[in-house]
């Protein structure tokens, strides 16, 4: 009875705001500068609204109804579970390709969020949502060039390929020569990503909240407050060119020992609007196709390297880091200046692409960040608390938080072997990890509720780079994690002789410095101890 009276008060509330929403709508289209591009609108949201809708409350009642009466720990609601997870993150999927727009970022983002979110929604959103986005047609192209450059395609440019070589979920990207003769990729955004995006975003906003207030464990809010925050910029393809040029101008003035080694592509402003971008065009290989970049002459290790070292430096001394380097936005070529070595191997660049998604660390936070990753790599329980505690994890749940940053248990974070943090591409590896992002839901939900959006995209950017690592390497590096090691460490020790006010301050700090390089060259020599022991094991 309750049920039935509970659909009939959700019943009577969907007539009162489908009766109100039609009102408000043809009030909107009768006042509007442009009627038709209106009435598009106030038709096309409540029909996204109502896709929602459905879904939230068929996901919802299939968790509610599948595992009702099941002991909570039992191998039945598992399997029940890994059951519902799928069949949900399925009609989920559907729902972000019938819906586009935001609702394919959306998917992306969780797809990104390895054991944050159920391994089915990652696996689901991972295998569809970065190869499949929608395509807008060369007619829609060329109302967004007349709105922007006042001209079509063709006059803009002496050549320009109708057909698109990328679609993602806010843009495409097209091959064009400018007429003076350089080949570019431009970037065009789909037309319809401006007109709806803040709809779309408070309908899946009321949404979640709607599905917070009935479940409380389901607690996604944090997500949607990410991206009420993120969007706008980059909806805005001339703060993703300044972004560009910023980045290189960090590596140039604060990292000039590997500025060589990244590059961003040069931006034609003349031929660049807020939604459309004209880029110098970028050849080379993604970052996880690693017969590509071996036919370059490159080692996947030296390019695990330089991505670890390129996010090191830009997470803890610049400040201002990339937040969405996917294996796409990540490209390898040769460096420009290198030639073949005695071994016919090349050093690598790492060309940035798609910088739209930026976060700015301040100063307490850029150095908690670095003491905190240095306090891991050295497995210092102490430490470790302290600086999470900082960056908001609180004093129940910093273990926690260093567990989903490491995708370690607390017992190896805190174990002194050198290798402490190495993940292998095991299954054995992978079902503990799932064990656990399943066994402490609840407790991750109520984490990222807490820990601010800067860090929420930083754990993002650590998803994003373990899985290109995974990919080069097939598992973690004990190398990459030396090199984090070093970087954090070098930050930590520059703030503070920043804020060091004193001579007995500034010679302690140099003792510090002394110490942590002796930790680092102890780790460096059982790396080389290790893999020496491994080419024997092997030869033998």
């Known amino acids: 009875m309750a049920s039935r009276s509970l659909w009939r008060t959700r019943t009577k509330l969907a007539v009162v705001a489908t009766a109100f929403c039609g009102g408000a709508a043809t009030v909107a289209v009768a006042t509007s500068e442009d009627p038709a591009n209106s009435l598009k609108l106030c038709t096309a949201v409540p029909l996204r609204l109502l896709r929602d809708s459905v879904t939230a409350a068929s996901i919802a009642f299939d968790y509610e109804y599948s595992l009702w009466g099941l002991p909570e720990g039992s191998s039945e609601r598992q399997r029940i579970k890994h059951e519902v997870h799928l069949r949900s993150a399925r009609k989920l999927q559907e729902l972000c390709f019938r819906n586009g727009g935001i609702y394919i970022k959306l998917g992306q983002h969780i797809g990104q969020l390895e054991y944050l ?28 060039f007349k709105k922007e450059l006042g001209e079509t395609p063709d006059k803009v440019f002496n050549e320009f390929d109708p057909v698109p070589i990328a679609s993602a979920s806010l843009a495409q990207v097209h091959v064009a020569r400018t007429h003076d003769g350089q080949k570019v990729a431009v970037k065009v955004q789909h037309t319809h990503m401006t007109d709806t995006a803040a709809a779309d975003h408070a309908t899946v906003e009321l949404i979640v909240n709607t599905l917070h207030w009935f479940f ?30 910023k980045c290189l101008e960090n590596f140039r003035k604060l990292s000039p020992h590997i500025a060589d080694y990244v590059y961003a592509p040069q931006v034609h402003w003349n031929l660049s609007t807020s939604r459309l971008l004209t880029m110098e065009f970028m050849d080379g290989a993604q970052v996880n196709d690693v017969k590509t970049i071996q036919k370059l002459g490159i080692q996947p290790q030296e390019v695990a390297k330089l991505v670890s070292q390129a996010f090191a430096e830009m997470m803890f001394k610049h400040g201002f880091v990339h937040c969405d ?136 950017t650590n998803d994003c780079l373990r899985a290109v690592n995974n990919a080069l390497l ?21 703030a503070k002789r920043l804020q060091s006010k004193s001579l007995l301050h500034r010679l302690y700090i140099w003792l510090e410095e002394i110490l942590v390089e002796a930790r680092l060259l102890g780790m460096q020599l059982a790396l080389w101890l290790l893999q020496l022991r491994k080419s024997i094991a092997w030869s033998t």
């Open 117 to 144: 979110v159920p391994e089915e929604y990652v696996r689901t959103m991972r295998e569809s949502m970065l190869n499949k986005c929608p395509v807008s047609s060369y007619e829609q192209v060329c109302e967004v």
């Open 216 to 245: 409380p464990s389901f607690d996604y809010r944090w997500l949607v407050d990410e991206m009420r925050e993120s969007l706008p910029k980059e909806l805005d393809f001339l703060t993703e060119a300044k972004n560009s040029e």
């Open 325 to 460: 380097p996917h294996a796409a936005n990540l490209i390898i070529r040769p460096l420009p200046s290198s030639k073949w070595n005695i071994f016919a191997k090349r050093k690598p660049q790492l060309v940035l692409l798609d910088h739209g998604l930026y976060k700015e660390l301040d100063f307490s936070t850029k150095f908690n960040y670095a003491a905190l990753w240095r306090a891991l790599i050295f497995s210092d329980a102490k430490a470790i608390k302290e600086n999470c505690v900082k960056l908001g994890a609180g004093e129940d749940l910093y273990a926690l938080f260093a567990g989903i940053l490491t995708m370690r248990p607390w017992k190896r974070v805190i174990d002194p072997a050198v290798d402490h943090l190495v993940i292998k591409s095991s299954d054995s590896d992978r079902s503990e990890l799932q064990m656990y992002a399943s066994q402490y839901f609840p407790q991750i939900s109520e984490l990222l509720r807490r820990l601010p959006s800067v860090i929420l995209l930083m754990l993002k």
């Open 474 to 494: 097939q598992g973690s590096s004990l190398e990459t994690f030396l090199i984090i090691g070093k970087v954090s460490s070098e930050a930590v020790m520059e």
